[in-house]
């Protein structure tokens, strides 16, 4: 639930290349319920579990990155909320000064999250378009043009940066560790994710992409390999979602989510089980950004030998002939396998 907001206007940089100075509010937003409900019900769509946004490595943690200010924002009082928000419109407009990016508006929220009520801000630059708005009078429906609209739900023309605290500290506890950060960017897509302006992500936000992705997608890989394996599944369902898994790593798709492999290469008895299983080993269950470099070789394709009688032996990728070699008996009627290593399961 939103707290308190506040919303300060940034500019395109000048046509001389000159920094165009942000207009700073001095007061805070007073949105009414449906106004409220309908700019978190964005958050959520943006940053939930169906969405393209993704989790964030924190880069910057000293005095004056974001982190530091977000974090202490949390806790001060309202006066100090509009100030400190203030410096967010300056730091944007600095860090997109380089770039050719258009003004908006610089929308700061703060709030909780959750059951457990964990402390949240988000900071949203939204850009605006135009758009017409409809009224009807007895028999006459009129049309009325706006030039500026923020956030519609159909264009979502925005970007978010979000910072949640994970345990409930007081402000002189304040760690790193205890903050997870997300980040959505319309320019964002199921294939492409490093189209994120990295002016926002990355000189405005202090986050990076890069420094987490390796990690989570190694982390996808083995927990949804482990949870295959011990699963209910019958043995072709094992080898069916074993592959659904390698190809889903190798595909062009530049995110990964928990709740989309579910959907896709698990029957509905799974899914929920699966979704489980990751949360429980703290996986994040919105997208991640997929990197496969420390899983790499592992999701090679299998050689596979196949004979006349349909019978079909599988080897690793790599290192074929070390394992297994082929010879064929005078009458050319039977092939002669052998394999260096010992039978160790039949399955």
């Given at each position: 639930?939103?707290?308190?907001?506040?919303?300060?206007?940034?500019?395109?940089?000048?046509?001389?290349?000159?920094?165009?100075?942000?207009?700073i509010?001095?007061?805070l937003?007073?949105?009414?319920?449906?106004?409220?409900?309908?700019?978190?019900?964005?958050?959520?769509?943006?940053?939930?579990?169906?969405?393209?946004?993704?989790e964030?490595?924190?880069?910057?943690?000293?005095?004056?990155?974001f982190?530091?200010?977000?974090?202490q924002?949390?806790?001060?009082?309202d006066?100090?909320?509009?100030?400190?928000?203030?410096?967010f419109?300056?730091?944007?407009?600095?860090a997109?000064?380089?770039?050719?990016?258009?003004?908006?508006?610089?929308?700061v929220?703060?709030?909780?999250?959750?059951?457990?009520?964990k402390?949240?801000?988000?900071?949203?630059?939204?850009?605006p378009?135009?758009?017409?708005?409809?009224?009807?009078?007895?028999?006459?429906?009129?049309?009325n043009?706006i030039?500026?609209?923020?956030?519609?739900?159909?264009?979502r023309?925005?970007k978010?940066?979000?910072?949640?605290?994970e345990?409930?500290?007081?402000?002189?506890?304040?760690n790193?560790?205890?903050?997870?950060?997300?980040?959505?960017?319309?320019?964002m897509?199921?294939?492409?994710?490093r189209k994120a302006?990295?002016?926002?992500?990355?000189?405005?936000?202090?986050?990076?992409?890069?420094?987490?992705?390796k990690?989570?997608?190694?982390?996808f890989?083995y927990?949804?390999r482990?949870?295959?394996?011990?699963?209910g599944?019958?043995?072709?369902?094992?080898?069916?979602?074993?592959?659904?898994?390698?190809?889903?790593?190798k595909?062009?798709?530049?995110?990964l989510?928990v709740?989309?492999?579910?959907?896709?290469?698990?029957?509905?008895?799974?899914?929920?089980?699966?979704?489980?299983?990751?949360?429980?080993?703290?996986?994040?269950?919105?997208?991640i950004?997929?990197?496969?470099?420390y899983?790499?070789?592992?999701?090679k394709?299998?050689?596979?030998?196949?004979?006349?009688?349909?019978?079909?032996?599988?080897?690793?990728?790599?290192?074929t002939?070390e394992?297994?070699?082929?010879?064929?008996s005078?009458?050319?009627?039977?092939?002669?396998?052998?394999?260096?290593?010992?039978?160790?399961?039949?399955?």
């Amino acid at each position: 639930m939103i707290e308190r907001i506040i919303a300060h206007r940034v500019y395109a940089k000048n046509a001389d290349k000159t920094i165009n100075q942000p207009k700073i509010s001095t007061k805070l937003i007073e949105l009414d319920a449906k106004a409220q409900n309908s700019l978190e019900s964005r958050l959520t769509k943006a940053l939930g579990n169906k969405s393209h946004g993704i989790e964030m490595s924190i880069t910057q943690t000293n005095e004056g990155s974001f982190f530091y200010t977000a974090t202490q924002i949390m806790f001060d009082s309202d006066s100090e909320f509009i100030t400190k928000t203030a410096t967010f419109a300056n730091s944007l407009t600095k860090a997109q000064s380089t770039t050719n990016a258009p003004g908006g508006v610089l929308i700061v929220a703060q709030g909780r999250v959750g059951s457990d009520s964990k402390r949240f801000l988000a900071v949203i630059k939204a850009e605006p378009q135009d758009g017409f708005e409809t009224s009807e009078n007895n028999d006459f429906i009129s049309m009325n043009y706006i030039d500026e609209l923020l956030m519609t739900d159909a264009n979502r023309l925005y970007k978010i940066g979000f910072l949640v605290e994970e345990i409930n500290r007081p402000k002189t506890e304040i760690n790193v560790a205890n903050f997870r950060a997300f980040l959505f960017d319309h320019l964002m897509t199921s294939l492409e994710a490093r189209k994120a302006a990295s002016y926002f992500y990355q000189n405005f936000l202090d986050m990076s992409i890069a420094e987490s992705s390796k990690k989570l997608t190694q982390d996808f890989f083995y927990l949804t390999r482990n949870f295959i394996d011990s699963s209910g599944m019958t043995d072709e369902e094992k080898l069916d979602a074993h592959e659904a898994l390698r190809v889903t790593l190798k595909n062009k798709d530049a995110t990964l989510s928990v709740n989309d492999f579910a959907q896709k290469h698990l029957s509905m008895q799974f899914q929920n089980q699966y979704e489980i299983f990751m949360e429980k080993k703290d996986f994040p269950l919105n997208s991640i950004t997929k990197d496969i470099e420390y899983i790499e070789k592992k999701l090679k394709t299998r050689r596979k030998y196949c004979f006349n009688n349909d019978v079909i032996i599988l080897t690793p990728s790599n290192k074929t002939e070390e394992y297994l070699s082929f010879n064929f008996s005078e009458d050319k009627m039977y092939t002669l396998v052998t394999i260096k290593g010992l039978l160790q399961r039949q399955e």
